[in-house]
């Protein structure tokens, strides 16, 4: 009999984690970071991921429920250009054909802090559970949001903006608190000075396009590896 009521306890236990297994907890936040390759766009040239520099991030997010997400993060990039090779009117505010192009040869390396905030939608129901609730370990995702941009080093005066990110991503689950996630990200920002390189040098409106609003600013390019990693699971109403 004393052996017995030793093992109903145990019996119980067993039972309860197994109905956990079924029915895992779902938490609220994500919180991590990533590193990956960061790309400038703008007037000194152009194209998907060229003269690609090191990038870090900081990682947090909120989870609203299984589609949707608000993501908030602070990254360090290193964006580098150079117009080499391209030709330049010589007087672009003419409005004319007269004067014909020149060579100009401007290089630049400087440091950006982008500090921003994203709304991401989940293509599936991003978690895992039990099946009824039909959720996925992994997802595509697409995001838009806001943001601030700074940019400093390279000799040339620090600028700043605002930024708007609009990209694509694809995240999975490697364990029930484990995630990675790979993003693709474009950053339009309302600066179009990223691309100084000294106090003097500067790349305004080469070809006669002037700088308005967000017409012809410089923008960059950002490609993300992160892990994250959940916390503060989810209140579960108790039945019994």
């Known amino acids: 009999m004393?052996?017995?009521?030793?093992?109903l306890p145990c019996l119980m236990l067993a039972n309860t984690a197994s109905a956990q297994d079924g029915d895992l907890l779902q938490y609220q936040q994500e919180v991590g970071g990533g590193i990956g390759l960061a790309s400038y766009l703008g007037d000194a040239h152009g194209g998907f991921m060229r003269q690609p520099s090191l990038m870090g991030a900081f990682i947090w997010r909120r989870n609203l429920n299984a589609r949707m997400v608000v993501k908030t993060d602070l990254e360090l990039c290193h964006l580098r250009g150079t117009t080499s090779g391209r030709y330049f009117p010589t007087d672009a505010l003419s409005h004319t054909a007269a004067g014909g192009m020149q060579a100009a040869t401007i290089d630049f390396?400087?440091?950006v802090v982008d500090a921003g905030v994203?709304?991401?939608?989940?293509?599936?129901?991003?978690?895992?559970?039990?099946?009824?609730k039909g959720l996925s370990r992994w997802t595509p995702y697409m995001l838009a949001g806001a943001g601030i941009t700074i940019g400093f080093g390279s000799g040339a005066s620090t600028c700043g903006g605002i930024n708007v990110p609009i990209g694509i991503g694809f995240r999975?689950?490697?364990?029930?608190?484990?995630?990675?996630?790979?993003?693709?990200?474009i950053h339009f920002s309302t600066t179009d000075r990223l691309d100084d390189n000294d106090a003097a040098t500067h790349l305004d409106a080469p070809y006669g396009i002037a700088s308005e609003g967000w017409k012809n600013k410089d923008s960059y390019q950002t490609l993300l590896l992160m892990l994250t990693y959940d916390i503060s699971p989810k209140y579960r109403k108790c039945n019994n």
């Open 118 to 132: 994203q709304f991401e939608l989940n293509f599936l129901g991003y978690g895992l559970g039990a099946a009824y």
């Open 172 to 185: 999975y689950k490697v364990r029930p608190r484990v995630n990675i996630a790979m993003e693709w990200a």
């Open 2 to 7: 004393f052996h017995l009521k030793l093992l």
């Open 109 to 111: 390396s400087r440091n």
